[in-house]
């Protein structure tokens, strides 16, 4: 049994509590505008050119024809290219990488032990994330079962687009849910994010049936769901299982990973003002939730 992965973040803080390690699985049913792991969105592996970094020395030339150089300028054929890494391996300027390699549980678990003092020490442990990580629930449940053996506190970071199978495949080994909730509305949220709420808005109701820990992730952008939360909030405030609430502030820093995977950049321009995430904050915590920074 095998994932394919494109990172593994060590000594993250902001994917769960405490010092955490990171595996982000690649392949997400979803196509949010202002994805910010644009890496994460296709299945296949992923070729990445930097042209800031590239040497000119079309070394990748001699070993790929699909890397052309016409007056100066190295152009890619994508669409032929099956990302075997040839290229990568001889570029002297690192300018290539190869997102998406695949693991079986067996191989990632030690590399993810390595840090267990630290989450021993800050109350951290590890995350799966993505992409969307629950598009591989037969793989997640051996490996956070095994992290459970190992008695590691996991976390499950889900934009809750799957079939609930995939959430009781995985609810009997992940203490913490990080879950997405991006608009009540689902005209807004086919908007932003290609997909409809419902069966997001299901699997939510779900956890909370069933108990579970969640802290709900919701992404703030002007323009598209700022006027989605008051909603969110009357939504979120009936349920139990809801222990915390993330505003997390669009930023629109991803734009080189677009232009470097050949990929359209959705990214909005307008970012959100402290002012604008300050009352966002407000309107949550006036509803009895409470707010994770």
Not at 164 to 183: G, H, R
Request: aromatic residues 8%; proline residues 5%.
């Amino acid at each position: 049994m095998k994932a394919r992965i494109f990172d593994i973040k060590r000594f993250a803080v902001h994917d769960g509590d405490g010092i955490r390690t990171t595996v982000f699985f690649k392949g997400c049913p979803l196509r949010c505008v202002w994805c910010h792991n644009p890496e994460g969105i296709s299945f296949s592996s992923e070729l990445e050119f930097n042209s800031q970094r590239c040497l000119g020395c079309r070394e990748c030339a001699v070993v790929c024809p699909l890397h052309t150089f016409f007056g100066g300028v190295h152009e890619i054929k994508r669409e032929d290219c099956v990302s075997c890494g040839k290229c990568v391996e001889i570029c002297p300027g690192d300018c290539l990488k190869i997102y998406g390699q695949e693991i079986s549980p067996e191989e990632l678990l030690p590399k993810l032990t390595e840090d267990r003092d630290f989450y021993d020490n800050s109350g951290g442990g590890v995350t799966l994330s993505g992409g969307e990580c629950l598009m591989y629930p037969g793989f997640c449940r051996v490996l956070l079962s095994e992290l459970k053996k190992e008695g590691i506190h996991t976390a499950v970071d889900t934009c809750g687009y799957v079939p609930l199978e995939s959430i009781e495949t995985v609810l009997p080994f992940t203490d913490v849910f990080l879950y997405d909730l991006k608009a009540l509305d689902e005209e807004v949220h086919l908007r932003c994010t290609g997909g409809s709420n419902k069966i997001i808005l299901e699997n939510l109701m779900y956890l909370n049936s069933m108990g579970a820990e969640v802290e709900i992730r919701v992404p703030f952008v002007p323009g598209y769901n700022d006027g989605e939360i008051e909603k969110i909030a009357v939504f979120l405030s009936k349920l139990k299982c809801v222990k915390a609430v993330k505003v997390l502030p669009y930023h629109n820093l991803a734009g080189l990973k677009y232009t470097a995977l050949g990929m359209k950049n959705t990214l909005p321009k307008r970012v959100p003002t402290e002012a604008e995430l300050f009352s966002a904050r407000d309107i949550m915590k006036n509803h009895g939730l409470t707010i994770k920074e």
